[in-house]
């Protein structure tokens, strides 16, 4: 039946990106269960990845923060102490949807308002192609953040393990801070490097974690879906 059945087949779109995923992971031998499903499914629209680009951005950086109050916390508490009196820099804040900055800026003991830091919603496709560099954790985002040509820094934080896809993946376009101070010195140097095509090394970074080795201590997912 899978020889007639087409993603065309379904009228509802969900069904269709569910037919696809599932097809794709039959091809290259993949098992198909819920959750490489669901992990399919909800990047599969990296594979097109990179996006047409912005040239001659701003030198903005946004920082994703991930649903955790503490993280976000800790988070805040970093971007504050190492970029408030950089006057090159426009920093953007991106809650999680069921995040509430306020409870984060109460936590670290920062009021935003008295800062230069602008809180966005919104979706985060809408914000990514005028930024320069994303700041974060354990979000997801830095993955669609290289999808549009950002730069990535990764904050590991002392308590927090850090759990971003991109961790220990070493590449030009990811960089690793422990303290305000490197974070201000490799901020500073990724916004002022100038533009160029990086999405060959984009592509291949997005191939390395969509791998999936079920052998693999370190699962790498989906190599064949973005292929």
């Known amino acids: 039946i899978s020889d007639i059945i087409t993603e065309e087949s379904f009228y509802v779109d969900a069904h269709q990106r569910i ?22 499914i909800r990047y599969i629209h990296l594979r097109d990845a990179p996006h047409q680009m912005k040239k001659n951005r701003d030198n903005i950086i ?29 920093v953007w804040l991106k809650p999680h949807p069921f995040l509430e900055m306020d409870s984060v800026s109460k936590k670290s003991g920062i009021s935003l308002s008295n800062t230069q830091f602008e809180i966005r919603e919104g979706q985060i496709e809408k914000l990514l192609p005028d930024v320069k560099v994303v700041i974060t954790n354990q979000s997801g985002v830095a993955l669609e ?12 934080l002392p308590d927090i393990v850090n759990m971003s896809p991109l961790r220990g993946i070493q590449s030009n376009l990811v960089k690793y801070v422990n303290s305000p101070a490197q974070l201000r010195k490799v901020a500073d140097e990724l916004v002022r490097e100038q533009e160029e095509d990086n999405s060959l090394e984009i592509k291949n970074l997005l191939n390395q974690f969509f791998y999936f080795n079920r052998t693999s201590t ?8 973005l292929s």
């Open 62 to 90: 946004l920082v994703a923060f991930s649903i955790g109050i503490e993280e976000g916390a800790a988070i805040l508490y970093m971007v504050y102490d190492g970029l408030k009196d950089d006057t090159n820099i426009k």
């Open 19 to 40: 037919y696809a995923a599932i097809k794709r992971m039959q091809t290259i031998n993949l098992p198909v269960d819920e959750l490489t499903i669901v992990e399919a």
């Open 145 to 156: 953040a290289l999808a549009y040509g950002c730069k990535i820094i990764s904050i590991n």
């Open 218 to 225: 370190r699962p790498e997912r989906f190599l064949e879906l």
